[in-house]
Structures are given as C-alpha cells and as structure tokens.
C-alpha cells in the first residue's frame, strides 16, 4: 500500500510539472501583453505631410494608427512599418480639423494588437492640397486639382527616367495641362506636379512619378530645314504673295519669321510669332526682291538662329 501511494504520488508531480512547463512555453508567445507594444509616439505636421515616429518594444512586425473622434469611435487610418511622413489628403485629413491620435502594435505573428500609445492630439493647419489623377492624353501632361481657377498656379519637374526630384528640369504653368517639355525620341521621361496654393499654405508635395515614352522629339530646340516657298496667285492667276513652309525636326511648334526687304536683317521690322510650321503674305509687288528668315522659339525663352535669308521674287 505504501509503495503504491507513493508511485501515485510521483505520477501526480510529473503530470503537474509537465503542465507547468506547458503553460510556461505558451506564456513566452510574442503575443502575449505586455510582452509587446509602443514604447513612444509622436506626430507632427509638416505642410501636407504627418511626420509620424515612433518606438516599439517586443516582436512588433506593424503599427496600425486610428483617429479617435469625439464620441470615443476609433478609425483606422494607415498600417505603418516605420517610422514615415504621410500625405494628410491620403489620411483624409482635413485643414482646421482637430485629431486625436493612437498607435497599436501588432505582434509578429500579425494576430493581435497592443495597448495604445499615448493619445497624441493637433488641429490639422491649412494646407495645400494635391493635384491627383496624373495622365498623358495627346501630347499633354494633365492632371486634376481641387485647387479652384484662377487662386493658384502648379510647378512641373521632369528628366529622364529615374532622376533625383529636385535635379530636374522645373517650370510653372496656370492650367492643368502642359506640353512644354523639351523631349528627345526614344527616351523614357518622369513627370511630376505640384499645386501653389498661396502665401500660407505654399506648396503641395510633389505627386509622381508618372512615366512617358517620348516616340518623338518634342520642344527639341532645332533650327527649322527645308524653307521654302511657293507662289500665291490671284483668280485671274497673278501673282500676288507668296506661301512660305519649312520643317521642324525638334517638333518645338513655336517660330518667329519675317519677310523684309532685300539685303535687310531679319530684325529690321516687327518679327512675327506663329504655332504652325508655314506662313503666308499677300500683297507682295511683283517683280520686286524679298528676304524671308525663320527661327525656332525655345521652351526655355532662347531662340536658334535664324534660317535665312531666302530669296523670294513673285515675277508678274
């Protein structure tokens, strides 16, 4: 009897040591509070952007950030793997809104939250919304804007494929759509844009890339070849003026010409500016000795040389 109560006796402390031991494996499961959490939180606005850092301890593999409203609601906003700098349109956030902010760890395993940080609380400052839906459509670079017409302006980055923003080419246009790109043929190209909405809420961040294939020269900066002209006759068949074209392999689609007297510079009167590559006068004397000269208008406010003088006689 005696040797039968102390076998069962040592059955029963293995089985609750077995079980101990059990439960202490289970216990050192990343998921279990407060093995894990957020350590430190902090958010700060910077223009457009909600400069978020933070700290964690534990096996964290996320933070998941929630706008607290008034009545206690939490709405997720975003899963951040890092500390980051996020756009507040993106979080739906809006200039004079007052928010609430809470950070929540997420195990590693993915299955399980920590307690909240620190409630972080800041009233959203004006900003400068935006542009969106970035496009090319016929040759153009567009994009859409809540930014009303006529109360801002927007700035246009671009380079090659793969440049560092802030080392591209910048210019600034009124409108939402632009071609004035100088771009060579069979290169890829990265646009951006930004909004300007006033003296206070300034810039927009830059939204892009977006990525063109350029099949063409656009705005490439050459000098107009194959000047030429023909003779404009009348309804009786005389010779009244004379039609002038020429071709752009730069495909700039921006000229400056003028037809003068023989031997006269081709700034000796007022230069004329036109968008296609021909251009027609009337009312020419005949027999009597002109000199046409045309250039190529740059993007950037330059001009080639001019092409010329060509020599033109309308006869009688």
Do not use: H
Not at 116 to 144: H, K, M, Q
Request: charge should be negative.
């Amino acid at each position: 009897m005696v040797f039968s109560a102390l076998s069962l006796t040592r059955a029963f402390t293995v089985t609750i040591l077995i079980f101990v031991m059990i439960l202490s494996g289970c216990s050192g499961s990343d998921d279990s509070a407060p093995n894990f959490g957020i350590s430190s939180f902090s958010a700060v606005q910077d223009g457009a952007k909600l400069n978020i850092q933070y700290t964690t301890f534990g096996n964290v593999s996320a933070a998941n950030l929630r706008n607290v409203y008034p009545g206690g609601e939490e709405i997720f906003l975003t899963t951040l793997t890092g500390s980051a700098s996020l756009s507040l349109e993106s979080l739906n956030l809006q200039g004079g809104e007052m928010v609430t902010l809470l950070l929540y760890a997420v195990s590693s395993s993915g299955t399980r939250e920590s307690e909240p940080s620190n409630a972080v609380t800041i009233i959203i400052e004006p900003y400068c919304d935006e542009p969106y839906d970035l496009r090319t459509e016929a040759g153009y670079f567009r994009w859409d804007s809540f930014i009303p017409d006529g109360t801002g302006f927007y700035q246009v980055q671009y380079g090659t494929q793969g440049f560092n923003l802030g080392s591209g080419t910048i210019f600034t246009v009124n409108s939402t759509s632009t071609n004035d790109f100088t771009f060579q043929a069979g290169q890829f190209y990265d646009l951006y844009v930004r909004s300007f909405c006033s003296n206070s809420q300034a810039y927009s961040d830059w939204i892009g890339p977006l990525t063109y294939y350029s099949p063409s020269n656009q705005n490439f900066c050459t000098a107009p070849v194959n000047v030429g002209y023909s003779v404009v006759t009348n309804f009786a068949g005389e010779p009244v003026g004379a039609e002038f074209t020429w071709s752009d392999p730069g495909n700039s689609n921006n000229y400056e010409y003028n037809l003068v007297g023989n031997n006269q510079s081709p700034t000796s009167n007022a230069i004329e500016q036109g968008t296609s590559e021909t251009v027609t006068y009337l009312s020419l004397v005949q027999n009597t000795e002109y000199d046409f000269y045309v250039r190529t208008r740059c993007t950037n406010g330059t001009a080639t040389a001019w092409v010329g003088p060509i020599n033109v006689n309308i006869g009688n």
